[in-house]
Structure formats: structure tokens, C-alpha cells
């Protein structure tokens, strides 16, 4: 998968970092280093309006296919995707453009490893942007079994993850069947769902959500191909193999336990992301000062749903410009 980048102005390179061959989507010369992580199921193309405007406003830019993504190498154990290896990968990135330290920008999955990686590594990173998934310090129990004790027998996409081969094969198999369903906006017109039954014997996640009857606004056909195209490819067991991880991350991370984001901080999501499950901004702020030290502003961008860097380019990057221009 060496093709030329689709959009104007962004170019792509291999590098090597913690041991694994990673494609990047790369602008700029010059200026500082700013890293965008993706999420699930993403690509480096969901920052293609990001790195255009950041890399015009002077610095860096960096957007890899993180582990098991598109172009980037894809390890076979299920244990390699866990979250001290990713944060490694994030490192190892700085160090491949021959930097001391970067601003780190994640979305989705990209936010988790975005907080990790500061926390892990606090002294290479200068900023944190994350888009859609709050922190508020490490969970007293792991986060997989409190999901399995509220959903018991109920689907629920992250515990069908857990289930060795089974989500990849669904996926794998009707890659436009899922990425067509998931990025919608939160109005976007479906048809019924094609399963309705809750318990998770009933089936998987593609019948569940409803098929669109229409692409949003922010999403042309060609971005749509362009992103099937990368997971026909690469298939989605790398990505999927990240919330395999969710219950080592736990058991591995208990110096996270007091641990505290220092660096400035910028929190984006849309006011009807479903990660945030409707809670306005005073209580993600105080929720995340808890653990965040320099917490410059919690944005809710109004009527925006979970794909924000993609629904609404242009509030997303005044947003990020203004706070990278404050550091």
C-alpha cells in the first residue's frame, strides 16, 4: 500500500519506531512537531483537514497509520496492541523526526493513547489535544469488567471486540457495510435496523445500526472510498485488538494510579458525541481537573456528533490554532 497521498500538500514516509515499520501523512518543514493519532476505524486521512492548517500555520505535522492501521505494520499477538507498546510507538515517532519532545493530538482510540502517552512519558511531550474521550484518572477496577457487569448477556461492540476472531470477520467481510454506518452525524436519516434484539446472541453490529440513506455533508463518496480501500487492505484486526487490551492496560498501568497530566491541555468533542453520553461542559471540566493540571478549555462544538475533526473542520482547527498559538 505505497500510493500518493490523496490530498494536495501532504506526503507520505515510512519510518521505524519501536520496532515496527510505520506509514506517516507528513506536512511542513519546519516549525514544532505536532503528532495526530487516529482513532477506531480511522485512517491518517480522518486529520486531513487538520494537517493542512496546522502545517500552514508553521509547524510540523505527523499523522501515522498508528499499529495495525492502513500501510502500517500490523503485529500478529493481541498483546502487542496494548497500551504501553502504542505509547512507545507515539515516542518513537518523536524520535524518528529528531525531536526531544512534540505536541500530541488524539481522537477516539488516538485520545486514549494521546493521555497515556503523557502520562507514561511525561517528559516528551509539551501539549495534549483530545477530541472525544475524556480522562478522569485511572478506574479502581478495569474498566472491561464493569462493562461486562453492566451488559451482561446485551450487545455491546466493545465486548463483542473481545471475542477472539469473530468482530474481523464481520467486518473484514462488509467493510463499507460498517464505515458507511458509523460516520454519520447524529441526524443523519437511516433505515430500521435489520436487528433489534439486544442480546448479543442475536447477532453482530453491522445489522444493528441502520443503513444510511444518504452520506452527511462532510463525507464524499471519494472519502468514503478512500478509507474502505484502506481497511479492505489492512483489514481491522490491528484496530480491533486494541479494546482486546482494555483489561491488560489496567493490569498494567498501576503507576497511573496518582499519576497527573501536566502539560496544557485542550478537550474537543461535538455536544452529541456519544462517548460523552450528554454531559455538558462544567462537569467534563471538573471531572478531568481532577487529574489535569493545566486544563486550557473543555470544547463542546453544538449539534456536532463523534467524527468532530471531520464533521466540522473548520471550529476544530480555530479551535486547535488558538491553542497552539498559546503555548
Not at 499499529?67 to 524518528?96: C, F, H, K, Q, S
Amino acid at each position: 500500500m505505497n500510493e500518493t497521498s490523496p490530498v494536495d500538500g501532504i506526503s507520505f514516509r515510512f519510518v521505524e519506531s519501536n520496532g515496527i515499520r510505520m506509514r506517516v501523512a507528513t506536512m511542513g518543514e519546519s516549525g514544532p512537531l505536532v503528532i495526530m493519532a487516529h482513532g477506531w476505524p480511522e485512517s491518517w486521512y480522518s486529520w486531513r483537514h487538520q494537517i493542512v492548517a496546522v502545517a500552514n500555520a508553521g509547524y510540523r505535522v505527523v499523522a501515522p497509520d498508528m499499529r495495525g492501521y492502513g500501510a502500517t505494520e500490523a503485529p500478529a499477538a493481541v498483546e502487542d496492541y496494548n497500551i504501553t507498546e502504542i505509547a512507545a510507538d507515539m515516542v518513537g515517532l518523536v524520535d524518528a523526526f529528531g525531536e526531544e519532545k512534540a505536541i500530541i493530538i488524539g481522537h477516539d482510540w488516538g485520545s486514549i493513547v494521546a493521555w497515556n502517552t503523557v502520562l507514561l512519558h511525561p517528559g516528551r511531550f509539551s501539549a495534549l489535544v483530545a477530541m472525544s474521550v475524556p480522562y478522569s484518572g485511572r478506574p479502581p477496577q478495569s474498566p472491561l469488567l464493569s462493562w461486562q457487569e453492566s451488559y451482561g448477556d446485551n450487545f455491546y461492540y466493545v465486548l463483542y471486540h473481545q471475542e477472539p476472531g469473530v468482530a474481523e470477520a464481520e467486518y473484514d467481510a462488509d467493510p463499507e457495510g460498517l464505515l458507511s454506518r458509523l460516520y454519520l452525524s447524529p441526524d443523519s436519516p437511516r433505515e430500521p435496523a435489520t436487528i433489534t434484539d439486544r442480546k448479543r446472541s442475536a447477532g453482530g453490529w453491522i445489522g444493528r445500526l441502520g443503513k444510511p440513506t444518504a452520506l452527511p455533508d462532510w463525507l464524499t463518496r471519494n472519502d468514503l472510498d478512500y478509507v474502505v480501500n484502506q481497511f479492505k487492505s489492512a483489514g481491522f484486526r490491528g484496530g480491533i485488538n486494541y479494546y482486546r487490551n482494555f483489561h491488560r492496560n489496567w493490569e498494567i498501568t498501576p503507576q497511573l494510579a496518582d499519576a497527573r497530566v501536566s502539560v496544557p491541555t485542550l478537550f474537543i468533542a461535538g455536544e452529541k458525541d456519544m462517548v460523552i453520553g450528554g454531559a455538558p461542559q462544567g462537569r467534563l471540566q471538573g471531572a478531568m481537573r481532577r487529574v489535569v493540571d493545566d486544563l486550557r478549555a473543555v470544547i463542546l462544538i453544538p449539534g456536532a456528533g463523534h467524527w468532530i475533526q471531520q464533521e466540522r473542520p473548520e471550529q476544530t482547527n480555530a479551535a486547535l490554532l488558538e491553542f497552539l498559538g498559546s503555548l
